[in-house]
């Protein structure tokens, strides 16, 4: 069931409400389960096979937490416990993703004939595997404690989270599973939850879905594809990709709304960014605060009490040292933005795609340390603040247009020949893109250059965790026009669903 069906918006998303709040009269664990179950339905519907990999995975996990908390007083037992927990979880994720991938590659290298058949990888472990190895290290550091097995399961389990994020946090979370607010009624929370609902169904079958056909025929001849159509179809998938995933994250922004369930904003305007550094602060924000908090900050840290350790300086005020610079933070973030890219998909494109945002943000940082820029000399500059922004805004989004060619490209040869016809070397092709591709493009970044996101909309009702972006003037409020703008918005969006396709990042 897609979001974006209509089996989801007018059967289960209706028989979920009603449930709950009809389930909350008889108490708040009664109304607990109700979801929990709702949940397990939801994901079953994808596959019934994939159920009990889900179910597994968190009966081990819970039983791991609740080891370490009575390993209390025996720190090695539980940072023992924790390996074990990590390493079973990520042996779990290694064998259903990269598996299948690794002996492909061994085979044709003749290295090593092996093979365990097809598998097929559950939808959703990345995310549900990482949210509970979050959960694992602050219990076994203590700033969070374990939970009952029905909260600890409607923790991992929530249906609008389950499948593609966001990668939620148990210290932002469990606390409202367990309010008792949370299980009374709100017309608010329904109105909010539905209007956001409709405006990321809206942004994934009217914006994203259209550009679809045209984008996989560009990659699809990336060998031989021109210069207009390989900008075209780089363009192209880097808006589908961009109202795919903000469609995504607002429906489910607006799913845990409605059951008085705030989440923590995923998405917020990537594309206005003027550094790589706040490109990733506003895209999939919730995998950049996992990985900052659990792989770059420990690196990081080990690497200077390692430097320390050896009578080295950790760095401090001032400029540091190219050698401090080097271990401190160009080591942590490859190694980080590396795994980030593996994340993704098992194939060599994702690798490189991680290490070119690597990269970035390495000379991003450098530039900011050595190199730092002079506001005087800007105001003094012939060239206006809002030239020098844009120029930063196109230039990043450049640097991810490159990028993106490995991310979406089936190979990282095919990925060299669309960046190959973006530079002109094949020629200036036989096909043009379509005027409709043109005119959607056009539009499509006028809406993301110049309108306001979601968060901004909805400013006024708290549509998520953390306080909402400011800077809009278009903000919604309970009115007749703003209600008849969003009726017509979400008729459009449902009748549109006919055509609509599973989210991008349904196969991460």
Known sequence: MLFSSLQFIFGFVPLALIGFHVSARAGTRVATAWLVLASLAFYACWKLSFLPILL?????????????????????????????????????????????????????????????????????????????????????????????????????????????????????????????KTYRFSGQSLIVGLTIFFIGLAKKTLLADPLSADVAAGFGGAGTVGFSEAWAAVIGYSLQLYFDFSGYCDMAIGLAR?????????????????????????????????????????????????????????????KPSLAVFASTVLVPTIITMALAGIWH????????????????????????????????????????????????????????????????ASSSGAALHMLAGMIGLHGAGTRMPSASMV?????????????????QIMQRYEPSLGRAPAGSKIVWRPSAGWAYAFGILAGLGIVAVGGASEFLYFQF
């Open 345 to 408: 998909g098992a194939g060599s494109q994702f690798l490189i795609f991680g290490l070119l945002h690597g990269t970035y943000i390495v000379v991003n940082h450098f530039t900011r340390t050595f190199f730092p820029a002079s506001k005087r000399a800007a105001e003094r500059g012939r060239v206006s603040r809002a030239a020098i922004h844009t120029a930063k805004v196109l230039a990043v989004y450049l640097a991810a247009l490159v990028a993106l060619c490995f991310f979406r």
């Open 439 to 455: 005119a959607l493009i056009a539009i499509q970044l006028a809406i993301v250059w110049v309108a306001p996101n979601t968060q």
């Open 258 to 318: 409605m059951f008085n369930i705030r989440f923590p904003v995923n998405f917020n305007s990537p594309y206005k960014s003027t550094t790589v550094i706040e490109y990733w602060q506003r895209f999939h924000m919730t995998l950049t605060r996992f990985i900052t908090m659990y792989i770059y900050s420990p690196l990081a840290l080990w690497i200077t009490r390692r430097r320390m350790a050896r009578g080295g300086s950790a760095g401090g005020r001032g």
């Open 56 to 180: 597994i995975s968190i009966g081990f996990n819970f039983v791991v937490s609740r080891l370490i908390v009575m390993a209390s007083r025996r720190p090695a037992l539980q940072s023992f416990l924790l390996v074990i927990g990590i390493g079973c979880d990520l042996l779990a994720l290694v064998y259903y993703k990269y598996l299948s991938a690794l002996c492909g590659f061994l085979g044709a290298e003749g290295i090593a004939d092996v093979s365990f058949g097809e598998i097929v990888l559950p939808l959703g472990i990345s995310f549900f595997t990482f949210t509970q190895i979050g959960y694992l290290v602050d219990v076994k550091q203590g700033v969070s404690k374990s939970h009952d097995l029905l909260t600890y399961a409607l923790f991992v389990t929530f249906f609008p989270h389950l499948i593609a994020g966001p990668i939620l946090h148990n210290r932002e979370m469990i606390p409202q599973f367990l309010d008792l």
